[in-house]
């Protein structure tokens, strides 16, 4: 069975300064893995992905994240919150089937 | 259409109703998804249709709870005699991805913007 934690489910940053959300997996198979993002009454939006090949995976608004089999995690960062990164932050963790099962969530805050 | 879409976008029931959301998913896509989202949580997967065929349904809390996708498009979850406890934020999504082919670089899962609902 595949699942993921996200560690601290709030995490405020001034804007400007570096964002980092935590994710660790757990899956007895090599892995895919997701992180989402989530405004307030919108949909879950596709950040970012690792399925194969290199481990530092660039996504969209500036994020990446790096994929350590030896950690067993895929945290998030951004060099530089904006105001607009506010949201909900899901890390997913899928398989070959497509079986995807998402993490509690980390809310972004970003203070002026 | 462009995305996936629910509806209704909100929906309240009194407990013991019966209600039906409806997902359309992207014309095409093979996957289609159900997830159960409550306030504060991250979604929990319910079940899975490829194509017609419904190929995972452990996720399903109860037997109250039923899907059907009879033509491979157009996905109902059905729930019977709701509950306080259902009260959440209901997703659909749909991929292009096969399960058991590897997963293309091209290919994700849609999410469509959910149906939020209340049992009272």
């Known amino acids: 069975a595949q699942s993921v934690t996200q560690l601290g489910s709030h995490v405020s940053v001034s804007e400007g300064a570096l964002v980092l959300l935590r994710c660790n997996y757990s899956s007895s198979v090599p892995p895919y893995l997701f992180w989402y993002v989530q405004y307030p009454n919108q949909g879950l939006q596709l950040l970012l992905k690792y399925t194969t090949g290199a481990t530092l995976v660039k996504g969209i608004n500036g994020f990446e994240a790096e994929f350590k089999k030896s950690e067993t995690s895929f945290h998030l960062t951004k060099p530089s919150a904006h105001m607009s990164d506010a949201a909900e932050y899901f890390c997913a963790v899928s398989n070959v089937n497509n079986d995807m099962r998402f993490g509690a969530g980390t809310r972004l805050t970003v203070k002026p | 259409g462009a995305g996936v879409s629910q509806s209704p976008r909100y929906k309240v029931a009194k407990r013991g109703q019966d209600v039906a959301l409806r997902c359309d998913p992207i014309s095409g896509h093979v996957s289609l998804f159900w997830y159960q989202q409550a306030l504060g949580q991250g979604p929990e997967f319910l079940t899975y249709?490829?194509?017609?065929?419904?190929?995972?349904k452990s996720g399903l809390p109860s037997d109250r709870f039923f899907a059907e996708r009879p033509e491979g498009s157009v996905s109902t979850l059905k729930i019977q005699r709701t509950q306080q406890e259902d009260s959440a934020v209901y997703l659909c999504?749909?991929?292009?991805?096969?399960?058991?082919?590897?997963?293309?670089?091209?290919?994700?899962?849609?999410f469509g913007s959910g149906t939020q609902l209340s049992v009272l």
């Open positions: 999504a749909s991929s292009l991805a096969i399960p058991g082919r590897e997963f293309a670089t091209n290919e994700k899962l849609f």
């Open positions: 249709f490829q194509n017609e065929a419904q190929l995972d």
